[in-house]
């Protein structure tokens, strides 16, 4: 609607007039007799109108026209009484006739009228309310016509002057739709010219675009300048008729008013209302006198001074207080101005410039909190600032301000920004940038699916995620996979594949790659959210495997790393995994199938709950107990399918859409205590499901049965509701058929009893490099769910090689979630030494309290490691006493303990032993292609390395090339395989006799 003022209070007369003092004629029908309205006494309910007189008619179907004694109503337009109806099975013509009484018009003429159309009409009927020479006459004496329908189809049009042709206008009308037609007259009693004419216009609107335009008064310029549409802001119809140039036309006492529905064809009816005459539009539109307005006291403070954002157990949301005094009878609007050193949607949500102290409440809180961000910022100021209005009075302080606070540095978030933005009702991109995992994972598709529970249609996401692609591909096709999309989140994974050897993407390489994607992004969008996340483990890839993978940890490191110097929001999912993998290589076969791609019970699982938390998304992780179709009993014929994406484990049953009635499915959930519990069920989601299917639920004294919509909501575990179950097995859950329309699908069944789980935010954790320097923590928050009213002490199991209280700064064996909390956190440090220990395993359990249950996931598997974690490290651990390893001029990696000349960070590119003399290392010579002689150099490669080797020409030792452009190289073997690397200049000796090659190694 347009602008206007919500107001404080409300005084309304006891009854509504629809009298005005420029209203000169009005028709409510109200007060006539049931039966044909034609003869009856027009009557003292209406004006200008002679009341001593009867309807006239006229037509053979007039005796159709009949009184209803429901009347018409639109939006808030002043009624009286009943209404007209006409109905007639061969739609004969009729008319019905007014004598006028009233003043004399000059100037301007308005009209209008209410009008249904029930059918279509088949004959050349019209609808049209209009001026008379007298109260029976008609045809030529007939001027000033608004017609709402017309030859033989529904349209609007107008007629100043019957001697002028019916201009109709090509929008057609809705059957069985309320609309109000409106008539305008120009210089109605003034003699016409060709530089003075009159003009008919016929306006068509709908309630809702009544609304629009009420709003501050209805005007001729907004109707004029409004768009032909269904739109609120539009006109349903607007046409005029051609100017009329010649002739007087008077609107006086002793004239007509006349109405005529029939003439339609067959079985038409048409019910109208409210005919009205006057000199302006706000005469013939009237609504209810403006309320009175009785200004309130409102006040402003800052309720929460602090916004924080959001990490694990450290959120805080400030907020504003709006406060009222007096009547709270009806909402109260205040407008707001934002300022401060903070940036509106950028650094929080923008505050509208107007908010809605609801009816029956006495204040509002505007919350303000922190979006989470990458950039170190220090603190920011919002400040709200009341504006004046004229519904309330202005307080001494007028401005109440909430400052932003950036998380710790290297503390996660635990609410991303896309979801924090859906949660203020912005619509969001979100992309899915990797590799098979992406491409092929369900994980994807479960975001969005809980995303579009709570706010359906706000997000767009897109898979962009390819097979057994890697981050150069990432490079290549960021633009037109990433960029193109303009997202505002953007998750990426390349690891995987990175690391895998006969790809050949070393180290170095890997995070450059991983910076230049980043660097993209933010350049289109400096405020696109970038979430990095570390995968599973991959196991049964040995060497000479396709997929061997021997520095698969080293690589998914430098997702951690990145996001820590960038303060980028990261999502380990590897602890989860690893405590899997330690648990036994079976449990996680069982997960993962072929040792890299997890399944669809994996993914909910192990891989979820991360990223629920780590995102803040609104959903409950898998619930501790759940039955799966295969658990189940079933009546009657069912039928195992996989066909549609979203089943809990891997397929689910349907009932073939056939024998309804005759089929159930039913669950029997094991409860381990008497309680009231949430209950949940699973589907798989498709437009061609029941969307009405009954779920009863039995339990202890009773049962209820709940009817869910299978076309929508699949894929995740939709709440059925909280019910009393028994402990064992006595409650049940049965899926029914009967009266279903489409598909019935049975899944799972899940129920929610209190559980505790365990989640870790980084499965690597590193030692400060000096004492006193930064450490790489791993951040352990344990969740529960069920009642937080009490605190909660859960029981911690510590394991591991890596010395509690000697590796890192001690664990408690147990720790407290407070009341009211749902998490609580301990933090994995790792303490400074001068020992090379390499990877030092840690495993950390939840052990679910008397009374609750093993959430999805209650174990970590981390590992704490040295300040040098690279496979460089791990090949010195391989071959130097722990003395030689203290020893830099021995173990380092520019010394040369076997005095051959081949430093230690070659021998471990070549493959060679640390501590045996080589011959060589890099041979030189010549080599001729086609008859044309080139320098060349060769060298051997180990597999798996990480180390990036690039061989450079130079001419002066001062420049240094690399590339194709200067050098070719070719290799006898696999990346995967030991290599002899032949490189030549691609300069001929005779162009340039002296030529430099030399080989850069870099970790």
């Not at 509504?16 to 007060?31: E, H, K, T």
């Not at 009347?71 to 061969?90: H, K, P, V």
């Not at 290549?476 to 996979?481: A, E, G, S, V």
Request: with cysteine; proline share 6%; charged share 15%.
């Amino acid at each position: 609607m347009k602008p206007s003022y919500s107001w404080a209070v409300v005084c309304l007369a006891a009854t509504v007039s629809s009298v005005s003092a420029n209203l000169v004629a009005y028709q409510g029908f109200n007060g006539y007799t049931v039966g044909a309205l034609p003869g009856q006494p027009i009557g003292s309910n209406t004006q200008g109108l002679d009341t001593a007189g009867i309807i006239t008619s006229a037509g053979t179907g007039a005796a159709a026209n009949v009184f209803d004694a429901t009347g018409m109503t639109f939006s808030n337009l002043i009624t009286s009484g009943g209404s007209a109806r006409y109905a007639d099975a061969t739609g004969r013509p009729s008319y019905i006739g007014f004598a006028y009484t009233g003043p004399a018009v000059s100037g301007n003429l308005y009209t209008s009228y209410l009008v249904r159309l029930g059918t279509v009409p088949s004959n050349n009927g019209v609808a049209s309310l209009r001026a008379n020479t007298t109260a029976t006459s008609g045809g030529a004496a007939a001027y000033f016509h608004a017609y709402a329908d017309g030859p033989a189809n529904v349209f609007t049009g107008s007629q100043y002057d019957a001697n002028n042709a019916n201009t109709a206008s090509t929008q057609s009308l809705a059957i069985n739709t309320d609309y109000v037609v409106i008539g305008r007259f120009t210089r109605v009693g003034t003699a016409l010219s060709v530089g003075s004419p009159g003009v008919a216009t016929t306006f068509v609107l709908t309630a809702a675009q009544f609304d629009y335009f009420k709003d501050g008064g209805f005007t001729d310029a907004e109707l004029d300048g409004a768009l032909i549409g269904s739109g609120p802001s539009n006109v349903t119809s607007r046409v005029s008729d051609a100017p009329v140039t010649t002739g007087t036309f008077t609107f006086n006492p002793g004239n007509g008013i006349q109405f005529g529905p029939g003439n339609s064809g067959a079985n038409q009816t048409v019910a109208y209302d409210e005919f009205r005459f006057g000199t302006t539009l706000d005469d013939v539109l009237p609504v209810p006198a403006p309320p009175v307005v009785v200004p309130v006291n409102v006040t402003i403070a800052a309720s929460g001074a602090i916004s924080q954002e959001p990490t694990p157990g450290a959120e805080a949301i400030g907020s504003v207080t709006l406060t009222r005094d007096g009547d709270t009878t009806a909402a109260l609007r205040v407008y707001l101005n934002s300022s401060g050193t903070a940036t509106a949607g950028v650094d929080y949500p923008a505050v509208p410039a107007s908010v809605l102290i609801p009816a029956g409440a006495t204040s509002l809180v505007v919350p303000v909190p922190a979006y989470t961000d990458s950039l170190v910022e220090g603190p920011e100021t919002v400040t709200l600032t009341l504006v004046a209005d004229a519904g309330y009075n202005l307080p001494p302080t007028t401005s109440a301000t909430v400052t932003l606070n950036d998380r710790a540095a290297g503390v996660p978030s635990t609410k991303s920004r896309f979801i924090q933005k859906l949660a203020a009702g912005l619509q969001q991109k979100v992309v899915f940038y990797g590799t098979s995992l992406t491409a092929s994972g369900n994980w994807p598709t479960q975001l969005r699916l809980i995303s579009d529970a709570t706010w359906p249609g706000q997000a767009t996401y897109y898979n962009r995620g390819s097979s057994g692609m890697a981050s150069n591909w990432g490079i290549t096709n960021l633009q037109t996979q990433v960029l193109a999309l303009v997202p505002d989140t953007v998750f990426i994974e390349f690891s995987v594949n990175d690391a895998v050897a006969r790809l050949d993407i070393s180290l170095p390489e890997a995070r450059a790659n991983l910076n230049a994607m980043i660097d993209g992004i933010l350049a289109v969008n400096p405020q696109c959210e970038v979430i990095l996340q570390v995968t599973n483990p991959v196991i049964g890839r040995p060497q000479g495997d396709a997929g061997w993978r021997p520095n698969l940890v080293h690589y998914q490191q430098i997702y951690r790393d990145v996001a820590a110097e960038r303060n980028l929001t990261l999502i380990d999912h590897s602890p989860a995994w690893q405590a899997l993998l330690d648990q036994s290589e079976v449990d996680f076969y069982t997960n993962v199938p072929d040792g890299l791609h997890p399944s669809v019970g994996g993914e909910a699982v192990y891989m979820v709950p991360a990223l629920l938390e780590r995102t803040g998304a609104p959903a409950i992780v898998q619930p501790p107990i759940v039955v799966d179709e295969t658990m189940a009993q079933f009546e009657g014929t069912w039928t195992f399918s996989t066909s549609t994406a979203g089943a809990h484990l891997n397929g689910y049953q349907t009932d073939g859409n056939i024998d309804k009635g005759l089929k159930t499915v039913s669950y029997f959930p094991e409860i381990p205590a008497a309680g009231t519990y949430p209950v949940y069920l699973r589907w798989s989601s498709l437009n061609n499901r029941a969307n009405n299917v009954p779920v009863t639920i039995n339990y202890a004294g009773g049962s209820t049965t709940v009817t869910v919509d299978q076309t929508i909501n699949g894929g995740m575990w939709y709440k059925l509701g909280d019910f009393p179950l028994a402990a064992g097995t006595d409650n049940s859950v049965v899926i029914g058929t009967t009266g279903t329309t489409g598909f019935v699908i049975a899944d799972a069944v899940g129920v929610g009893v209190p559980a505790v789980r365990l989640l870790a935010s980084n499965g690597r954790a590193g030692e400060p490099v000096t004492s006193g320097g930064a450490a790489r923590p791993s951040i352990v928050t344990v969740t529960r769910s069920g009642s937080v009213t009490q605190a909660q002490v859960v029981n911690l199991t510590i394991g591991g090689d890596a010395v509690n209280g000697g590796d890192y700064d001690a664990v408690p064996v147990s720790i407290t979630i407070p009341a009211g909390a749902k998490t609580a956190t301990l933090t994995i440090m790792p303490k400074f030494d001068t020992l090379h220990e390499g990877a030092e395993t840690l495993t950390i359990e939840a052990v679910p309290p008397s009374g609750m249950y093993a959430g999805v996931t209650t174990k970590a598997s981390l590992v704490v490691v040295d300040p040098d974690d690279s496979p460089f490290s791990g090949w010195q651990a391989a071959h130097f006493s722990v003395a030689q390893l203290d020893d830099v001029n021995i173990s380092g990696e520019n010394a040369d303990p076997d005095g051959d000349g081949i430093t230690n960070l070659m021998e471990y590119f070549a493959g060679y032993d640390p501590l045996v003399q080589q011959a060589s290392f890099v041979s030189s010579g010549k080599m001729a292609v086609e008859g044309v002689d080139y320098f060349s150099i060769t060298y051997p490669r180990a597999p798996g390395t990480g180390l990036l080797g690039v061989p450079e020409v130079s001419t002066n030792l001062q420049v240094w090339n690399a590339g194709d452009t200067f050098l070719a190289k070719s290799a006898d073997a696999d990346p995967d395989a030991l290599q002899q690397v032949l490189v030549r200049s691609r300069t001929a000796t005779s162009a340039a006799s002296r030529q430099f090659l030399r080989l850069k190694v870099t970790r």
